[in-house]
């Protein structure tokens, strides 16, 4: 198989990341807090020939020998964290964070346990608990957390709901009994270091490590007089920030440039048919 064929494929496989990518962004169009995603590509390592011995060795400024790339690679799959557009629903339930980087806390399994996650996606709903009590969940029935990491149960007979500027929720009947909570909210100072778990959830990697940064740093808990920084609205919810406009033009380029890769390979095999036909 010619150099020429290897670099193709080698690239076209690369390529078929990135359509994945923008087709995974153009289905979450209408997904609310979805953060869309870019690809950022680099050249494969070259392949070093020696083409001279040492005792032929010519004065040169570059390294010695011809060095040939295989390609392109996908080196860092983005997330594009940028604010979403608001949009007012009207419903009582429904929360936009308006600060770039803030999540909700959710319970949410992964694998066979419970753990913390994180979600931009501010539409909650009321489930049942018992014949008193019900539980602020999100649209998949995970519990929402209140800033102590504990699920927000609540009396059933209170309906109506009230937002504090620190993003305290408060649940309320006309006789005037309410309960209120510290809705919880943390400051994710990288999002690239967490990973999807599908249903628009990020969490941390069950072996998070690195040198220069813990977990806590990652993950600062909105707590205290920190809460002050919180941005929310209430009747409201963050639309995803993917420009389909951006994203189909994304599409046509790709697959402009899949289809160079494979008119290589086929101009590479009819080369190769004309050599082996000189007798």
């Known amino acids: 198989m010619s150099r020429i064929t290897y670099t193709a494929l080698n690239t076209m496989s ?4 990135q359509l994945d990518i923008i087709s995974n962004n153009v289905a979450n169009v209408d997904t609310t807090g979805y953060k869309k995603q870019r690809a950022s590509f680099q050249e494969l390592l ?5 083409n001279h011995s040492v005792s ?3 004065p040169r400024l570059t390294p010695e020998g011809v060095r040939i790339g295989t390609g392109g690679k996908v080196s860092q799959i983005q ?6 557009s608001l949009k007012d629903t ?3 339930l429904d929360f936009a964070l308006t600060v770039p980087n803030q999540y909700f806390k959710v319970l949410a399994p992964n694998g066979n346990e419970l753990n913390i996650h994180y979600t931009r996606d501010g539409a909650f709903y009321l ?3 018992n014949d008193s009590e019900v539980a602020l969940v999100t649209s998949e029935g995970h519990y929402v ?4 990491n504990n699920p927000i149960i609540f009396n059933g007979d209170l309906k109506k709901v009230a937002l504090g500027d620190d993003g305290m929720v408060t649940f309320s009947n006309e006789t005037g009994d309410s309960e209120s909570f510290a809705l919880g909210i943390v400051q994710i100072h990288n999002p690239q270091a967490l990973v999807k778990t599908g249903n628009n959830l990020l969490t941390i990697p069950d072996h998070f490590q690195n040198d220069d940064i813990t977990a806590d740093d990652l993950i600062v808990p909105l707590v205290g007089a920190a809460r002050d920084q919180i941005g929310l609205q209430h009747q409201a919810l963050e639309q995803s920030n993917v420009d389909l406009i951006e994203e189909m033009t994304n599409l046509i380029q790709t697959q402009r440039a899949y289809q160079l890769q494979a008119r290589a390979i086929t101009l590479a095999d009819q080369m190769s048919g004309l050599v082996n036909g000189i007798r």
């Open 56 to 58: 032929d060795r010519s």
């Open 145 to 148: 957390l209140d800033q102590d």
């Open 127 to 129: 489930s049942p608990i």
């Open 14 to 17: 690369q390529l078929q990341k």
């Open 46 to 50: 070259i392949q070093q020939h020696n």
């Open 90 to 92: 009207g419903r009582s």
């Open 79 to 84: 997330t594009i964290a940028t604010q979403g």
